[in-house]
T-cell receptor, first 119, second 114 residues
């Protein structure tokens, strides 16, 4: 089973509107982290937002917020007031603890959602 | 502050040649990761280091791939010999052991093996 599922291969949103990008995850760990990254056409991976599994409040970073529903194992990204520069691929990722070596972690990525902002 | 630096940004080589990708992590970061991104397989973790020591290389596809981190500010990923199926974007990322352990990515190296 996939650990990170992004069901929307592509999304369109009108400029200045809000959009929600879906992400569901699968883990048996109690402690984990969830991340969203943006990859514009230029190719770089840009960190957007982080949510820890024990965080009681949804994370927010400027126009980005993470709608964290732990019981449903979902971590949807909400972008408010979309801008043309938001057009990009968006990846959801999960950090789980790896018990190898330094006890660090693996970061597993979903397949991404391509967001297109329409003027 | 400088982010993660990778070189070269683009590499075109012929099958059978040796390819060396380079990475300089963010100063002070103690974890370094190598990823590969392809259309078919998405983003895959190849190997990661902690304090210059390889911790998990289970993602390295085969013996043709090797990675080293001789010091805290430099790492290499080598492919020898290269094959057309190695064509991909290779990312280096680094992180510091904070609560979130966010990984910050370099710009990537776009490799094309002919």
């Amino acid at each position: 089973a996939q650990k990170i599922t992004q069901t929307q291969p592509g999304m369109f949103v009108q400029e200045k509107e809000a959009v929600t990008l879906d992400c569901t995850y699968d883990t048996s760990d109690q402690s984990y982290g969830l991340f969203w990254y943006k990859q514009p056409s230029s190719g770089e991976m840009i960190f957007l937002i982080y949510q820890g599994s024990y965080d009681e409040q949804n994370a927010t970073e400027g126009r980005y917020s993470l709608n964290f529903q732990k019981a449903r194992k979902s971590a949807n990204l909400v972008i408010s007031a979309s801008q043309l520069g938001d057009s990009a691929m968006y990846f959801c990722a999960m950090r789980e603890v790896s018990y190898s070596g330094a006890g660090s972690y693996q970061l597993t990525f979903g397949k991404g959602t391509k967001l297109s902002v329409i003027p | 502050d400088a982010g993660v630096i990778q070189s070269p940004r683009h590499e075109v080589t012929e099958m059978g040649q040796e390819v060396t990708l380079r990475c300089k992590p963010i100063s002070g970061h103690d974890y370094l990761f190598w990823y590969r991104q392809t259309m078919m397989r998405g983003l895959e973790l190849l190997i990661y280091f902690n304090n210059n020591v390889p911790i998990d290389d289970s993602g390295m596809p085969e013996d043709r791939f090797s990675a080293k981190m001789p010091n805290a500010s430099f790492s290499t990923l080598k492919i020898q010999p290269s094959e057309p199926r190695d064509s991909a974007v290779y990312f280096c990322a680094s992180s510091f052991r904070t609560r979130s352990e966010t990984q910050y990515f370099g710009p990537g190296t776009r490799l094309l093996v002919l």
